[in-house]
């Protein structure tokens, strides 16, 4: 979650568009709270319907002209494709798109998820005890969505075969088998009881793409690390070596741009496993 954007005139414009969608959705958005995304480029808020029914309101903005693909058509998608996962992901209920003076709206009215996020960061940066029944969930929740057939990529072989070398010291492995994945897999987007949140990139990536990518934002935890390891054996196999090594050449991308700076030593240190491997 993201503080409102700098320039007044995108705040003001975001919420001016969010509330003339919450009148053409018919919902009543509820005071007081509101979610920012970077720049002001999303706009979320608890609202409900006329029956009373909790749901979240997200606006969502971007030029016309760049108004399409995977990331502005990533929940829409999602709901056709994946549905609510038997309640583990919020149904996506209504779209509703405008245009105004060149730039793009789409609001997303979902049901709406009352559980905090299991950490405000995508890091996670303190121990979490979480049931048996949470962990058989998530990984159950994982092959559904892995045998759903789609043409979304979230991860491609070009950016493996650039990235991996440059940021990992070793050539891009091969990929066994390609499946689908949520792609951002951290622990801002779960909750307890287990929902999956944000469905934005989900796409094809290498096999065990999601186990590699929460497995990456668990390493100051070591703990459920290991246990993110123990529930996903596809990691420190060969089938999932790929995997790992597109997720930890992702991060140390970042870290080399300045970001995610304290996961610099764990990233490091898995890269010269994976070296080893």
Known sequence: MYSPPPDPDTEQRMRAHHARTAKALDVQVEPGTEFWGWAGRTLGAP?????DAPVWLRLVSAPEDKAAGKLWDGALDAQHAVGDLDGHRPALLAVHDAVDDGTAYRAELSVRVDEPVLSD?????????L???WWTGIAGTLEKVAAVSTDRVAVRQQYMDRAIPEFVGIPAPAVFCWTTAHADLHWANLTQPLRLLDWEGWGRSPEGFDAATLYAYSLLQPDVAARVRAVFPVLGSPAGLAAEATVCAQLLQTVSRGDNLILTDPLRNWSEDLRRR
Do not use: E, M
Request: aromatic share 0%; proline share 12%; charged share 30%.
């Open 47 to 51: 609202a409900r319907t006329t029956t």
């Open 121 to 129: 960061d995508p890091i996670l940066q303190r121990d979490v005890q």
């Open 131 to 133: 049931p048996d029944s």
